[in-house]
């Protein structure tokens, strides 16, 4: 093949998103576009709305049964992210029944070889029959068979986020399965054939919906290699990953591409259990990772937030001005702020912050705006001080809006009441991790006890009850036994005494009933509450509610710190104080990068090969007699991280940092199914249907 130029490659993949919508676009003029939230938030970061009306469509409405078009609007395009099946078929039918198309396109992200599984056609076919169907069905109910259907199949699931970072809103809460998942599938199954572990389950005995979800993003990341003439090599860690690497290796499209396909690359998928710690520790460092997470989402999206607008305009703050005003986010089109917000994602926090006074320095500089330069210190005052300028002349709030979005956004950040918890969660979790080395799990466990308390309670020593800016709450407290539990395991002994397994159970119910009491007390439900508990507002909440679902927690929390168990090498994330230098966190996927680019190109046993077929299986029962290489990770110019459950913006910065250390040539493009703020862990081990994930049908 071919050797591409230097950015040839990851720009490939970041430009691949756009080449999908371009189908889309192709289709939308003089039509009503119907967009499910999870298409809208992929083409949130592929250029927004405005692209589908510069492309000519009249309006954008959200899919939904209770929207409709009116006489004078006789096309409809429709845009889903599952299959044409069930519910999506009858909201399609809903709306098509009290509007007057004659003309009307559907794009489904699922492709049509899912399609046919699900109506368990398992021979290959010529056309799309599901689909052809699906148009007479259209024309049906436009009510003239002459009118116009088209039906067809688009993957627009990748939403570039950064030059680094691909992430697929369709699959955001597809997320490894856990201890309580393996409990339910064993109880489906026979005594003799129940697996012993989560490594020994196959996509044979997944629920339908999980296996429909996997072959569903096995068959898009087909459809991304197709489009950048990759040919891929499969590694995989963890059982989930191993499940979805898999199926891509043994899709009959994929097998005819790499036959062909130009441009070698690796792709290592690697299961977000499989460091936790990581996840949900507040050590990142990260202006982006604290922007995520103090500002409110945007509606419907899982990554992207709402930044007020107020201080570029002329209006009073009033409790209506958040209606007049639409929210700015952090997704831009302007070259400025997107290398701003790179900037942003894959720095450290004061580096972060300095580039955004920098740029907003620069942008007013150009704009001739008086600008006061100063050192020192960035503060919020002074960064909005900054963005105010702005306001006096439109055309430099035109051409500097993506900059001055991400100015505010960093600003209300750096001034947000609940920022000071963002440090109190950090030394917590330093305090326990150095504990961890010189006592048991117990010991350490029982440390956080006396913080549950509910908030806000009369406490003798400080002043008043007034809520302290920086004291925990519930979903702090969630965090913190997470990070614990998912070190358990590293810092035990391995013969646990059944004295020792009393205490434990004993302090668990002890800290059952104490986080109980603090939910229940709560004056407000937090997002992660409220799918906790399936509450959403605090009147709705019993005891016994609240208890369950505290109880169901602490059972998931037992089984995250064996998560590594099956892993010869790469088994522990933790390294205890030797007297001289503190405890440490391991961050997982540095430990992977250093493998993969040792100089020795060792063979880990933990990264697993996974290609298709038997050819590769004749192939090693020869190798006693040829001498056979297995493919190494680190052989190819291009290697794809994809991280299932998530990954975090400080986990960009450390994938570039150990990049640039040990291998400054490669070019590494990371993949995921969402972008990660620490709060969103717990909502997907303890608030989501892992098993069977909401298809649509």
Same mark, same amino acid.
């Given at each position: ?35 499910? #939230? ?18 000519? $469509? ?90 116009? !259907? ?6 627009? %699931? ?25 409990? !339910? ?32 993003? /096995? ?23 191993? *499940? *979805? $690497? ?58 992207? %937030?709402?930044? @007020? ?23 831009? *089109? ?18 972060? %912050? ?6 907003? %320095?620069?942008? $007013? ?74 006592? @048991? ?7 956080? =006890? ?24 519930? #979903? ?18 391995? #013969? ?13 119910? @002890?800290?059952?009933? /104490? ?12 997002? =992660? ?10 009147? +709705? ?9 505290? +109880? ?23 390294? $205890?104080? #030797?007297? *001289? ?117």
């Amino acid at each position: 093949g071919y050797t591409p130029g230097k950015m040839l490659a990851t720009e490939e993949f970041t430009r691949f998103p756009l080449l999908m919508w371009e189908k889309v676009l192709s289709k939308v003029k003089k039509s009503v576009v119907f967009m499910d #939230d999870k298409c809208a938030e992929a083409l949130h970061w592929s250029g927004g709305a405005a692209t589908l009306l510069e492309a000519g $469509a009249r309006n954008l409405k959200q899919f939904s049964s209770f929207e409709a078009c009116g006489v004078n609007e006789p096309k409809a395009v429709f845009v889903v992210s599952t299959l044409l099946k069930g519910r999506t078929v009858d909201i399609i039918k809903d709306i098509i029944s009290l509007s007057h198309f004659q003309y009307c396109v559907v794009f489904t992200t699922v492709a049509h070889s899912v399609h046919l599984l699900v109506n368990k056609v398992t021979t290959e076919m010529e056309g799309s029959p599901v689909f052809e169907q699906f148009e007479e069905k259209l024309c049906e109910w436009m009510g003239n068979m002459n009118y116009t !259907a088209e039906v067809m199949h688009v993957p627009v %699931v990748f939403a570039p986020v950064s030059q680094q970072l691909i992430v697929a809103p369709p699959f955001a809460h597809l997320f490894p399965l856990l201890s309580p998942d393996l409990e !339910a599938i064993n109880e489906k199954r026979p005594e003799k054939r129940r697996f012993a572990s989560l490594n020994d389950i196959d996509m044979h005995c997944l629920p339908a919906e999980l296996q429909i979800e996997v072959k569903s993003l /096995a068959s898009a990341l087909n459809s991304m290699f197709e489009a950048t003439g990759t040919r891929e090599e499969s590694f995989a860690l963890g059982p989930m990953s191993r *499940i *979805i $690497a898999g199926e891509l290796a043994n899709l009959p499209q994929a097998k005819n591409r790499r036959k062909t396909a130009p441009n070698k690359a690796s792709i290592i998928f690697v299961d977000r259990t499989m460091d936790l710690t990581g996840a949900v520790g507040h050590h990142g460092d990260n202006l982006v990772e604290k922007v995520l997470t103090m500002l409110k989402l945007l509606p419907g999206h899982v990554t992207d %937030v709402q930044v @007020d607008m107020l201080e570029l305009t002329s209006l009073h703050k009033t409790p209506h001005s958040k209606n007049i005003l639409a929210p700015g986010c952090l997704a831009q *089109i302007q070259s400025s702020a997107r290398s701003l917000w790179d900037a942003m994602l894959t720095s450290k926090h004061k580096e972060g %912050v300095i580039e955004v006074r920098r740029q907003l %320095v620069e942008a $007013a500089s150009k704009e001739n705006l008086p600008i006061k330069m100063s050192m020192g210190r960035v503060t919020p005052e002074q960064l909005c001080s900054y963005i105010q300028l702005f306001r006096s002349s439109r055309g430099a709030l035109e051409s500097h809006c993506g900059v001055l979005q991400l100015g505010l956004a960093t600003a209300q950040t750096l001034r947000h009441p609940s920022l000071p918890r963002w440090d109190s969660c950090l030394a917590f979790e330093r305090l326990l991790l150095q504990a961890l080395g010189d006592a @048991d799990f117990p010991a350490v466990l029982r440390q956080l =006890l006396p913080l549950m308390k509910p908030r806000g309670v009369e406490d003798t020593s400080a002043s008043g009850s007034r809520l302290r800016e920086d004291e925990l709450g519930p #979903d702090e407290l969630i965090l913190l036994l997470v990070y614990l539990y998912s070190l358990a395991d590293e810092t035990q002994p391995a #013969d646990h005494d059944t004295e020792e397994e009393e205490e434990l159970e004993k302090l668990e119910r @002890d800290l059952i009933g /104490a986080l109980t009491l603090v939910i229940s007390r709560e004056k407000e439900l937090s997002p =992660l509450l409220q799918k906790l508990t399936g509450c959403t507002n605090p009147e +709705e909440l019993t005891a016994e509610r609240v208890h369950s679902a505290v +109880e169901k927690m602490f059972k998931t929390l037992r089984g995250l710190s064996s998560t590594r168990n099956h892993l010869k090498q790469l088994r522990s994330i933790y390294t $205890a104080s #030797d007297g *001289i230098h503190q405890a440490t966190y391991r961050p997982f996927l540095r430990q992977i990068l250093e493998e993969v680019f040792h100089p020795d190109r060792r063979e880990c046993p933990d990264i697993e090969h996974m290609s298709g077929g038997l050819t590769d299986l004749l192939k090693t029962g020869f190798s006693m007699f040829m001498k056979v290489s297995r493919p190494h990770p680190g052989d190819n110019p291009l290697l794809l991280l994809f991280m299932v459950g998530g990954v975090t913006p400080s986990e960009l910065r450390l994938i570039k940092e150990t990049v640039a250390t040990h291998r400054p040539g490669t070019q590494v493009l990371v993949l995921s199914t969402r972008l990660l703020r620490p709060t969103d862990i717990p909502e997907l081990l303890f608030g989501t249907q892992r098993l069977v994930p909401d298809i649509g049908v």
